[in-house]
């Protein structure tokens, strides 16, 4: 299983970045997606998430009308588009695949990738 990110960089605040996420070993059509984020000295927290059917997501207070999470089946890969970004935007930011959904959540897998930093500074 491969999950890894891409995308991250310096960006003055105000602007926009786009994540990926490009998986391989598992059936990612079957998996919902989410984006979390560890800023130092926090907790990671999640930022969005997408479901494996329907394309429903749900978002973090903090990012709600600024970020958006999009998959592409196709792809095997997951999208984050980071727009009006903040410096409190500023942190690590992680991919996960947790599945298959048609099972039991207890029985589930959770996959992360390594993580990509994003840094938001004038």
């Known amino acids: 299983v491969q999950v890894v990110e891409s995308g991250g960089g310096l960006v003055q605040p105000g602007g926009s970045l786009r994540l990926s996420c490009a998986t391989s070993?598992?059936?990612?059509?079957?998996?919902?997606m989410s984006w979390y984020r560890q800023a130092p000295g926090k907790e990671r927290e999640m930022v969005a998430r997408?479901?494996?059917?329907?394309?429903?997501?749900v978002y973090a207070n903090s990012v709600k009308g600024r970020f958006t999470i999009s998959r592409d089946n196709a792809k095997n890969t997951v999208y984050l588009q980071m727009n009006s970004l903040k410096p409190e935007d500023t942190a690590v930011y992680y991919c996960n695949a947790r599945g298959p959904t048609f099972i039991t959540t207890i029985n589930q897998y959770d996959y992360w990738g390594q993580g990509t930093q994003v840094t938001v500074s004038s």
């Open positions: 070993g598992f059936t990612f059509s079957n998996y919902a």
């Open positions: 997408i479901r494996s059917v329907g394309g429903s997501a």
